[in-house]
C-alpha cells in the first residue's frame, strides 16, 4: 500500500455542531442587517469532526470579494455567498494555518487602514515629497547653473 | 493515588472479596443446615415437582388476592426487568463485568439504558412510598429494608449522573458511582439482598414440603 | 529591543504595521482561548507590555517539552513571543555554555529580582541528589535558588507539574513535581507528556498581556485549556451515545471511527485541549488519529494500569483473591451449618435424656 488513501477507512463522524453554528451565522447576519455590531467566531473552540470545517466551508459558497493581507505569512479574506459573511484565514510564513474566523461584518476589521499606519502613511509622504521637492530643486538649480554657464 | 484510582482498585477488590465470601457463607449456611426429618408417611411423592411448581405459582399474583396486589405485583416485576436491563447491558457495565469475569456480551445503546434506569429508579421510589404509607407494610419493614433500598438507590443515581456528566467532574462521578456499588456488594451478602440467591431456593423448599402434606403452597 | 521598552513601540520601531499587529493580537487572542472580541484589549495591553526576563530550568525530563515547543505550528507568533520576552537561560536552546550559562542565569535574577519568569520542565529528584545536577548543583538546590526571586513559576510538562514518568512507580529517584518543593509562590502546571505548544505559548502570551496569571484548576492549570475534558469536546461523542464502539484497532468501528472507549480511550477523565486545539498544525489528535487518549495531562497517568484497559473497568489485582475468598466463604458456610446441626443434634439428645 502507497498512500493512506488506499487504507478502507470510512470515517462516519457528525458532531452536530455545524447547524447550530450555521444558524449562529443566520442570527448575527440579521443584527448586521438591522444596524448593530458584527460578530467574531473563532473557528478553533469549536469541536469539529473531520470533514466538518470542509462542510462548513462548502455550504458558505466564495461570494465575490477575496483579498490577500501580506503580513507575517498571507491572511484570506473570502466573503463567502452570502454577503456581510467572510471566512478569514490567518497563515503564518510557513502557509500553516494560524487560525480561521468566521467575521459576520460588513468590512473585516484587518481590511481597514488602520489609523496608525495612516498616520504613518502621511508621514512617510511628507517626508517623500520633502525629499522629491530636494531633489527636483537641486536639479533644477543645476539645470539652470547649466544654462547660465552655457549662455556666458 | 486518587478517589477514583481507590474505587477501581482496592475498594473494589476488597468488596469483591467480602461479597464472594459473604455470600457463599449464607447460602451454604443455609442450605446445609438441614431441617428436622420429617418422620410421617409422605402424602405423595412428588417433592422435585411439587417444589418447581411452586417456584412458578409464587411468581403469579395469587388469584384470590390479585386485586389487592396487582400493583405490588407487577411494579415489582417491572423494577427488577429495568435494573437488570439498566445493570446488565449498559456498555461500560459489560466492559466492568469482562475485567471481573474474563467475557463479555452486546450492549445497548446509552440513550435506552438512561431511560431503563431513571424507569427503574421511579418505580423504585413508588415502592418505597408505598413500603412508608401502607400500615401493614411499614409494620413489616426494618432497618435492613430500607438500607437495601438505598445502597440499590445510590449507585442508580450516581450512574445517571455519571453517564449523564452532571452534578461533578465525571472522574468524581465514576468514583462515587465505583464506592456506591461497592457499598451495595459490602451490604449484599449479609442483609434483604441475599433474595437474589435465596428466592427461588426457599419457594422450592416450601413448595417440597408443603406437596409432601399434600397442601397447596 | 530594551529591556524597559514596551513592546508597541519596539515593534513600531521594526516597522510593524498596526495591521500586522493586530493579526499577531487576534491570533494571540484565539491562542489564549480568549473569545475573538477580546483582540483590541489584547493588543491594548500588548502594546504597553513591557519585556520579561524568563529562567528556564530543565531537571529530570526528555526535552520533549522544549521540541514541542520549538516545533510547535505557529514559528511566526512563536519568535514574536519570543522576542517579547528575554530568554536569559535555557540550556538546550542557549549558545552559552558551562561557567558562563550559570553567570547568565545569576545576572538575570540579580537584575530582575522579583520580577522574572521561571520556566521548569523535568521532575526534580529527592532521592539521591547525584541523580540530577547542573554545573555541580542539585536540581533541588538550583529550583530552591531561582525559584526564590520569581515573581511566577510556569511547570511545563507533567514531569514539573505532577511528577511525570520520573514518579512512576516505584519512582527510583524520589521525583516530585514543582508544587511539593515550592510552596510561596504562584505555580501555573501547563501539563502533558508534552503539552499542545501552544498552550505553553498561551499561557506565556497571557503573562506577557495582562501581567497577570490565568484562572488556575484545582490541580494548578489554566482553566482555558484544561477546563473540559477529551470526552466532552471529542467529535466521536455521538458515537459512544449511541453505543457504537470499536472493538479492536482494526475492526468495522475502528473504521468508521466509532468511540474508543472500549479500546481504553481516557477521554472522560483527561482535562486538555488536544480535541480543538490539535496536534501538528492543527491536523490532528490521537483520538482523530485511531488512538485512544492516554491521559497524559493528569497526574500519575502512568500508574492507572494498561493504557487499553477501559476505564469503567476495575484496577484490581487478581481472581485467585477471589477464588480464596469464595474457598474461605464455602468453608464457613459449611463449617457453620454443621456447627448448628451439632448444637441441634445435643440439644435433642438433651431433650430426650430430660424426658
Redesign the interface.
Known amino acids: 500500500m502507497t498512500s493512506l488513501d488506499g487504507i478502507a477507512v470510512k470515517v462516519e463522524s457528525a458532531t452536530g455542531n455545524v447547524e447550530p453554528l450555521l444558524h449562529e451565522i443566520r442570527h448575527a447576519l440579521k443584527r448586521v442587517a438591522d444596524g448593530k455590531e458584527g460578530t467574531v467566531i473563532d473557528l478553533r473552540s469549536l469541536p469539529l469532526a473531520p470533514g466538518e470545517e470542509e462542510r462548513i466551508e462548502a455550504f458558505l459558497g466564495e461570494g465575490e470579494v477575496r483579498a490577500e493581507l501580506d503580513t507575517f505569512g498571507a491572511t484570506v479574506f473570502q466573503e463567502t455567498s452570502y454577503a456581510g459573511v467572510w471566512l478569514v484565514t490567518h497563515r503564518n510564513m510557513k502557509q500553516a494555518v494560524l487560525t480561521r474566523f468566521i467575521e459576520v461584518t460588513r468590512t473585516p476589521e484587518l481590511l481597514k487602514s488602520q489609523r496608525a499606519d495612516i498616520e504613518r502613511g502621511i508621514s512617510r509622504l511628507e517626508d517623500a515629497l520633502a525629499a522629491s521637492s530636494k531633489v527636483e530643486r537641486s536639479r533644477r538649480e543645476s539645470v539652470a547653473g547649466q544654462e547660465i554657464k552655457d549662455s556666458g | ?2 478517589l ?2 481507590f474505587a ?3 475498594a ?2 476488597w468488596s ?3 461479597l ?15 431441617v428436622k426429618k420429617d418422620l410421617s408417611k409422605p402424602r405423595r411423592n412428588t417433592a422435585v415437582r411439587d417444589g418447581l411448581a411452586t417456584i412458578a405459582t409464587r411468581s403469579l399474583p395469587e388469584h384470590q388476592f390479585e386485586k389487592k396486589i396487582r400493583f405490588q405485583h407487577f411494579s415489582g416485576y417491572a423494577w427488577h426487568v429495568a435494573l437488570f436491563i439498566a445493570v446488565l447491558f449498559s ?3 459489560i ?2 463485568f ?3 469475569l ?1 467475557f463479555g456480551w452486546p ?5 435506552i439504558i438512561l431511560v431503563t434506569a431513571a424507569i427503574a429508579l421511579a418505580i423504585l421510589f413508588a415502592l418505597v412510598i408505598r413500603r412508608l404509607s401502607h400500615p401493614v407494610q411499614r409494620l413489616i419493614s426494618n432497618a435492613d429494608d430500607y438500607i437495601s433500598v438505598i445502597v440499590v438507590i445510590v449507585p442508580l443515581v450516581t450512574g445517571m449522573l455519571a453517564s449523564a ?1 452532571i452534578g461533578a ?3 468524581t462521578l ?1 468514583a462515587i458511582h465505583f464506592l456506591s456499588v461497592e457499598a451495595l456488594f459490602v451490604w449484599f451478602p449479609f442483609g434483604k439482598l441475599m433474595h437474589t440467591a435465596l428466592t427461588f431456593p426457599s419457594r422450592f423448599r416450601a413448595g417440597a414440603a408443603f406437596g409432601r402434606r399434600g397442601v397447596k403452597a | 529591543m530594551r529591556k524597559h521598552q514596551t513592546l508597541g513601540v519596539y515593534l513600531h520601531a521594526q516597522g510593524v504595521s498596526r495591521r500586522a499587529f493586530l493579526k499577531f493580537c487576534s491570533a494571540t487572542a484565539s491562542l489564549m482561548a480568549l473569545p475573538p472580541s477580546a483582540a483590541a484589549q489584547v493588543a491594548a495591553a500588548l502594546a504597553a507590555a513591557r519585556r520579561p526576563s524568563v529562567i528556564w530550568l530543565s531537571f529530570q525530563e526528555c526535552t520533549g517539552c522544549t521540541e514541542s515547543l520549538t516545533r510547535s505550528h505557529a514559528p511566526t507568533l512563536e519568535s514574536l513571543i519570543f522576542d517579547a520576552i528575554s530568554l536569559d537561560y535555557h540550556h538546550t536552546l542557549q549558545a552559552a555554555s558551562g561557567e558562563s550559562a550559570e553567570a547568565a542565569r545569576i545576572a538575570a535574577m540579580e537584575e530582575n529580582e522579583g520580577e522574572y519568569l521561571l520556566v521548569v520542565d523535568g521532575s526534580i529528584p529527592l532521592g539521591n541528589p547525584g541523580y540530577s545536577t547542573i554545573a555541580g548543583m542539585s536540581n533541588l538546590d538550583m529550583l530552591r535558588e531561582t525559584a526564590g526571586g520569581a515573581a511566577a513559576i510556569i511547570a511545563v510538562g507533567t514531569c514539573a507539574a505532577f511528577g511525570g514518568i520520573p514518579h512512576a512507580s516505584p519512582n527510583p529517584t524520589g521525583a516530585v513535581s514543582v508544587s511539593e518543593i515550592i510552596t510561596d509562590k504562584p505555580i501555573v502546571n501547563v501539563s502533558g507528556c508534552p503539552p499542545i505548544p501552544v498552550v505553553i505559548t498561551g499561557v506565556l502570551a497571557h503573562f506577557l498581556t495582562f501581567g497577570t496569571l490565568p484562572d488556575l484548576d484545582h490541580l494548578g492549570r489554566p482553566v482555558a485549556f484544561f477546563g473540559q475534558n477529551i470526552h466532552d469536546r471529542c467529535y466521536r461523542r455521538p458515537f459512544y451515545e449511541r453505543g457504537q464502539f470499536a472493538h479492536t484497532f482494526d475492526d468495522e468501528g475502528a473504521r468508521k471511527g466509532w468511540c474508543l472507549y472500549e479500546l481504553g480511550c481516557k477521554g472522560p477523565t483527561t482535562y486538555n485541549a488536544c480535541a480543538t486545539l490539535k496536534w501538528n498544525e492543527g491536523t490532528s489528535y490521537p483520538i482523530a488519529s485511531g488512538h485512544g487518549c492516554l491521559g497524559c495531562s493528569e497526574p500519575d497517568f502512568w500508574d492507572k494500569g494498561s493504557f487499553y484497559t477501559p476505564i469503567s473497568a476495575g484496577l484490581w489485582g487478581s481472581r485467585e483473591t477471589l477464588i480464596g475468598a469464595a474457598a474461605a466463604g464455602a468453608a464457613l458456610g459449611v463449617g457453620s451449618a454443621l456447627a448448628a446441626r451439632a448444637r441441634k443434634k445435643k440439644a435433642r439428645a438433651a431433650e430426650e435424656a430430660e424426658s
Not at chain 2, 464472594?20 to 438441614?34: A, E, K, M, Y
Not at chain 2, 450492549?107 to 440513550?111: K, S
Open positions: 493515588m486518587t477514583l484510582d477501581r482498585g482496592p473494589l477488590q469483591l472479596i467480602i464472594v465470601f459473604g455470600v457463599l457463607w449464607q447460602l451454604l449456611g443455609t442450605i446445609l443446615i438441614g456498555a461500560p457495565h466492559l466492568f469482562e475485567s471481573v474474563g450492549h445497548l445503546p446509552n440513550g456528566h467532574r465525571y472522574e465514576l
